[in-house]
């Protein structure tokens, strides 16, 4: 029986046995062919599975449409395949939350925005980043009433957000100051329910919403005036970069490495999957996307750079760079070196660096 992440998550309903067997007969035949061109993660898909199957629980959040790849992976047997019963929690609790979880071995694994997670984990959680999962979480639109159509127009503008600890916000003042814009001085951040942001833009509080999908989709469907696209985390500097992480409890490091290791070859092949595959990976994740038709979710999907996930030494690097970013925002402290502090929290888990367990 898998463990519970205690009072700060509610357990996601069990997939039904007998669906998951079909669906993984039928993926490992339609995983074949197209993993075989996606050369890049070759190592993911060469390794033997684990000797003994290892059950894990994976925290997730499954209103978010980007992580789909997540019950791609359980559904076409990906996970399976690799040596891995893993049993899916649905977290509601905050990213500290999810980390002492992760820490403590209530849970064993976990995804999440890294604009989230670095803060936390400069405190110095034992939890360690064994993997990327995409780019393009976020973006920043303009009520086009207001007349904005480029990001210089912003400042002395007001722009929306869910809360003032938000990863669009932390990300998007990082990009107006690369801007030529002083996040503080010349934005007026303005936190509101999530689904009242499009109401703030039509009641003239707001003049610009920072979020993420499928909120400001719905925003722009239901809206009568419009809305214009500023930017997003997929543009230049943040192109090649990727937005989303995945973590793991230093305990399965220490005890379990090639658990670890089988862990993050499993997404990186449903991420490809995923992105071969975007009508079938919108049908599995479906039943997750309230209000959200599979042709909706596919228009989504195109927003995200779902071949980005570098790991090892690039993914280190990525770590670095959102590190420096956050020291000079003022959100991770002055003290922090960045190279210092990802050689920390990131993990290699590689097969041939995880032949023993760290000390």
């Given at each position: 029986?898998?463990?519970?992440?205690?009072?700060?998550?509610?357990?996601?309903?069990?997939?039904?046995?007998?669906?998951?067997?079909?669906?993984?007969?039928?993926?490992?035949?339609?995983?074949?062919?197209?993993?075989?061109?996606?050369?890049?993660?070759?190592?993911?898909?060469?390794?033997?599975?684990?000797?003994?199957?290892?059950?894990?629980?994976?925290?997730?959040?499954?209103?978010?449409?980007?992580?789909?790849?997540?019950?791609?992976?359980?559904?076409?047997?990906?996970?399976?395949?690799?040596?891995?019963?893993?049993?899916?929690?649905?977290?509601?609790?905050?990213?500290?939350?999810?980390?002492?979880?992760?820490?403590?071995?209530?849970?064993?694994?976990?995804?999440?925005?890294?604009?989230?997670?670095?803060?936390?984990?400069?405190?110095?959680?034992?939890?360690?980043?064994?993997?990327?999962?995409?780019?393009?979480?976020?973006?920043?639109?303009?009520?086009?009433?207001?007349?904005?159509?480029?990001?210089?127009?912003?400042?002395?503008?007001?722009?929306?957000?869910?809360?003032?600890?938000?990863?669009?916000?932390?990300?998007?003042?990082?990009?107006?100051?690369?801007?030529?814009?002083?996040?503080?001085?010349?934005?007026?951040?303005?936190?509101?329910?999530?689904?009242?942001?499009?109401?703030?833009?039509?009641?003239?509080?707001?003049?610009?919403?920072?979020?993420?999908?499928?909120?400001?989709?719905?925003?722009?469907?239901?809206?009568?005036?419009?809305?214009?696209?500023?930017?997003?985390?997929?543009?230049?500097?943040?192109?090649?970069?990727?937005?989303?992480v995945v973590g793991v409890g230093g305990h399965l490091i220490k005890n379990n490495c090639p658990a670890a290791a089988a862990l993050a070859r499993s997404l990186m092949e449903a991420y490809d999957w995923t992105n071969a595959h975007r009508e079938e990976g919108a049908k599995i994740f479906r039943k997750y996307a309230a209000n959200l038709s599979v042709e909706d979710l596919q228009i989504l999907y195109k927003q995200l750079t779902m071949h980005v996930?570098?790991?090892?030494?690039?993914?280190?690097?990525?770590?670095?760079?959102?590190?420096?970013?956050?020291?000079?925002?003022?959100?991770?402290?002055?003290?922090?070196?960045?190279?210092?502090?990802?050689?920390?929290?990131?993990?290699?888990?590689?097969?041939?660096?995880?032949?023993?367990?760290?000390?």
């Amino acid at each position: 029986m898998s463990r519970r992440i205690e009072k700060q998550a509610a357990l996601s309903e069990t997939f039904n046995p007998g669906r998951r067997k079909l669906l993984a007969a039928a993926g490992s035949v339609a995983l074949a062919a197209p993993l075989a061109g996606l050369g890049g993660y070759a190592w993911a898909q060469t390794k033997p599975p684990l000797a003994q199957k290892t059950k894990l629980t994976f925290a997730w959040s499954q209103v978010s449409f980007c992580l789909t790849p997540v019950p791609v992976a359980l559904e076409t047997g990906i996970f399976e395949k690799n040596g891995l019963d893993v049993a899916l929690i649905n977290y509601s609790g905050s990213n500290d939350q999810l980390l002492e979880s992760l820490a403590t071995g209530k849970a064993d694994a976990a995804i999440g925005m890294i604009h989230r997670w670095l803060k936390p984990l400069e405190s110095g959680f034992d939890v360690k980043i064994i993997a990327s999962a995409h780019g393009g979480c976020v973006r920043l639109m303009a009520y086009k009433p207001t007349g904005i159509t480029k990001i210089a127009q912003l400042r002395g503008k007001s722009i929306g957000v869910p809360d003032l600890a938000q990863p669009a916000k932390h990300f998007f003042s990082v990009y107006l100051k690369k801007h030529g814009i002083d996040p503080d001085k010349d934005i007026t951040w303005k936190a509101y329910q999530a689904d009242l942001l499009g109401l703030a833009a039509e009641k003239g509080e707001i003049d610009a919403i920072a979020y993420s999908d499928p909120t400001l989709f719905r925003i722009e469907r239901d809206s009568k005036a419009g809305y214009v696209h500023l930017a997003t985390n997929t543009d230049p500097p943040y192109d090649d970069k990727m937005c989303c992480v995945v973590g793991v409890g230093g305990h399965l490091i220490k005890n379990n490495c090639p658990a670890a290791a089988a862990l993050a070859r499993s997404l990186m092949e449903a991420y490809d999957w995923t992105n071969a595959h975007r009508e079938e990976g919108a049908k599995i994740f479906r039943k997750y996307a309230a209000n959200l038709s599979v042709e909706d979710l596919q228009i989504l999907y195109k927003q995200l750079t779902m071949h980005v996930h570098p790991m090892q030494t690039k993914l280190r690097d990525q770590i670095v760079f959102f590190a420096k970013d956050f020291k000079e925002l003022g959100v991770l402290k002055a003290s922090t070196d960045p190279v210092k502090f990802a050689n920390h929290v990131y993990y290699d888990v590689l097969p041939e660096v995880c032949a023993s367990p760290r000390a």
